[in-house]
Nanobody
Framework: QVQLVESGGGLVQAGGSLRLSCAAS????????MGWFRRAPGKEREFVAS????????????VYADSVLGRFTISTDNSKTTVRLHMNILKPEDTAVYYC???????????WGQGTQVTVSS
């Protein structure tokens, strides 16, 4: 089993920045994809950003939701056990619980964190 623990959420004013981190622990796990999702009050969970590797862990292709493109950046450490989300120029509509997730195979997210609250005040 793989455990994911997010941190770094909080309250920030519009235009500000936050950095979320997600640390993976547990059994040895080689991720194919690591990503961030969010769920705003009264809304469905939505994709935010992901980073995907090829079989030899080269590349690191990133994908972003249109709503965060140019403002958020996803990154990982060399060991692929921590994934971060750097959030800049935050807007009130970014308010949500943010979840990290990892998957071992294409098209799947196998493990999820408990979430961290991000609140952006206007």
């Amino acid at each position: 089993q793989v455990q994911l623990v997010e941190s770094g959420g909080g309250l920030v004013q519009a235009g500000g920045s936050l950095r979320l981190s997600c640390a993976a622990s547990g059994r040895t796990f080689r991720p194919y994809v690591m990503g961030w999702f969010r769920r705003a009050p009264g809304k469905e969970r939505e994709f935010v950003a992901s980073i995907t590797w090829s079989g030899d862990w080269s590349g690191g292709r990133t994908v972003y939701a249109d709503s965060v493109l140019g403002r958020f950046t996803i990154s990982t450490d060399n060991s692929k056990t921590t994934v971060r989300l750097h959030m800049n120029i935050l807007k009130p509509e970014d308010t949500a619980v943010y979840y990290c997730s990892v998957g071992a195979t294409p098209g799947t997210y196998d493990y999820w964190g408990q979430g961290t609250q991000v609140t952006v005040s206007s």
